[in-house]
């Protein structure tokens, strides 16, 4: 059997997203796993109803606490030995994902299913399904704990 030597996460920093992540983190345990946890911002949803200067100004709100929640997640792993990278991007959350885990050419993506946020809700099927339907990686659901 091959070594996984990439497992993507992606969050939306809801319940099922961090149970996914704590999957990922067991999984990355038994070798030298590279665990990179992302997170998409998607620019519609701050920018819908309001003028474009205050819809970038919510834009670069959501990106800084974003960073600084990825930042905490990483250290978090981290102290457990594990090897661990982040990335924010922006854009359609799906395809982000899927676009993300072939640029790593992730052996693994683990996220959350049925997290409710308001990208899942904007989705039909959901956004694992999406991912699911699109990746050219194994993806693997997690409900929340």
């Given at each position: 059997m091959?070594?996984?030597?990439?497992?993507?996460?992606?969050?939306?920093?809801?319940?099922?997203?961090?149970?996914?992540?704590?999957?990922?983190?067991?999984?990355?345990?038994?070798?030298?796993?590279?665990?990179?946890?992302?997170?998409?911002?998607?620019?519609?949803?701050?920018?819908?109803?309001?003028?474009?200067?205050?819809?970038?100004?919510?834009?670069?709100?959501?990106?800084?606490?974003a960073?600084?929640?990825?930042?905490?997640?990483?250290?978090?792993?981290?102290?457990?030995?594990?090897?661990?990278?982040?990335?924010?991007?922006?854009?359609?959350?799906?395809?982000?994902?899927?676009?993300?885990?072939?640029?790593?050419?992730?052996?693994?993506?683990?996220?959350?299913?049925?997290?409710?946020?308001?990208?899942?809700?904007l989705?039909p099927?959901?956004?694992?399904?999406?991912?699911?339907?699109?990746?050219?990686?194994?993806?693997?659901?997690?409900r929340?704990?």
């Amino acid at each position: 059997m091959a070594r996984v030597q990439t497992i993507l996460v992606p969050t939306d920093f809801s319940g099922a997203s961090r149970s996914a992540l704590v999957v990922a983190r067991r999984m990355a345990k038994s070798g030298r796993t590279v665990l990179t946890i992302l997170h998409v911002v998607w620019p519609a949803t701050s920018r819908r109803f309001l003028d474009t200067a205050i819809g970038d100004q919510i834009a670069a709100q959501e990106r800084k606490w974003a960073a600084a929640e990825l930042a905490r997640m990483a250290a978090q792993a981290r102290i457990q030995g594990l090897d661990v990278r982040t990335m924010l991007l922006t854009g359609d959350p799906a395809r982000r994902i899927v676009a993300a885990a072939t640029r790593l050419q992730a052996d693994f993506v683990v996220m959350g299913a049925r997290g409710q946020t308001r990208f899942s809700k904007l989705a039909p099927g959901g956004m694992a399904a999406r991912v699911i339907a699109t990746s050219s990686c194994p993806v693997v659901t997690v409900r929340e704990a």
